[in-house]
């Protein structure tokens, strides 16, 4: 060993036998989770299996921008917009997420549609039997509810797949190099180009006087 290395020290004579781990209970956890799923389900009846209804929300950066997935809760613009008290979205299956911004036009559309179909499929069952208020369902509708297994109102990725065309004369001159290089000139360049503007507008009316 030269100079000021360290000692090499590699451990290959481990009893590496007394230290390994087994999971020999895996059948068994398995059938206990389903055992403990069932008894929820049975427990919550009638409501869905897998809680509260979720938002559906971009994944941050621009490398998973393009998915769609399941948020944490609504916000409260997008409650409103649907004519769902905030204080009541709980009690109706809604999570809510007071925390979150609805930022694009785009999102907070997709949002209060999920909202107004999940309400005009929603069954309020009386907090009560037999003292019903306004909202609540009808008996009919209480005697053919079913609880729901799965997700309530699945976020899904459709993609759709555009037809092919010929390419256009002006799509091949199009550089997307040289148009963003353009774009960066214009912003790096723009407040003081605005300024000279000014400067010269300035010295004209002066000038003129």
Known sequence: MKHNNQ???QHFRKNWQIRVKTWFNQPGQKKARRVTRAAKAARIAPRPVDGFLRPAVRCPTVKYNRRLRAGKGFTLDE???AGVNRKEAHGLGISVDFRRKSRSEE???????????YKAKLIVFPKKAGKAKKGDASADEIAQATQLKGFVLPVSNAVEAEAPRAIT???KEFSAYV???K?????RYNGIRTKRAAEKAAAEAD???
Request: aromatic share 0%; charged share 30%.
């Open 169 to 171: 004369a002006e799509e």
């Open 207 to 209: 000038a003129k006087k």
């Open 79 to 81: 409650l409103k917009a």
């Open 179 to 181: 148009a963003l290089r």
């Open 7 to 9: 000692l090499p020290n």
């Open 183 to 187: 774009a960066r000139t214009l912003a």
């Open 107 to 117: 999102a907070l559309s997709l949002n209060v549609q999920r909202l107004k179909t």
